[in-house]
């Protein structure tokens, strides 16, 4: 256990959420989950809160994931933070933030959701939440497509 954090169930009232919405319209809504990147999913939360996200683009974009998040829009921006590697599947839907090369460094910006299932994701990159609502939305995002808000409930 790491000093000064408790160990703790996550709880329906510990659930949050994240709404996209995207300026061409749309949106989908994700599950937060604390309770498996409890560091991850704070630092995304006060990203979100505080605007951060509002205007990303998404720069990547394949058959099998969107990112978006860089505040440079080129895929090279964000700082870092620890890893907070857990045992939740990278399925479709998934959401993970990226990583360069070292394991055990996360990028503090940049985050992606899968648009299909991706095992080989599993154990390498950090999940931190699940689309509950508008996958559809998340599979015809394209290259460009920019955030208007990121509200969180």
Known sequence: MVEGHSARRCTTADQQSATIDLERGGSFTIALR???AERTVANFVAKA???FYDGKTFHRVEDWVVQGGDPDGT??????????????????GSVGIARGGDIKVNNDSQW??????????????????????????VDGI???DKIKKVTIA
């Not at 994701?121 to 931190?128: D, E, G, R």
């Open 112 to 137: 992606f959701v899968c648009k299909a299932d991706a095992s080989w994701l599993n154990n390498q990159y950090t999940n931190f939440g699940q689309v509950t609502s508008g996958q559809d939305t």
């Open 75 to 92: 895929g090279r921006g964000g700082g870092k933070m620890p890893s907070e590697l857990n045992d939740l599947p990278f399925s479709k």
């Open 34 to 36: 604390p309770d498996k």
């Open 49 to 51: 809160t505080s605007g």
């Open 142 to 144: 394209r290259v460009g």
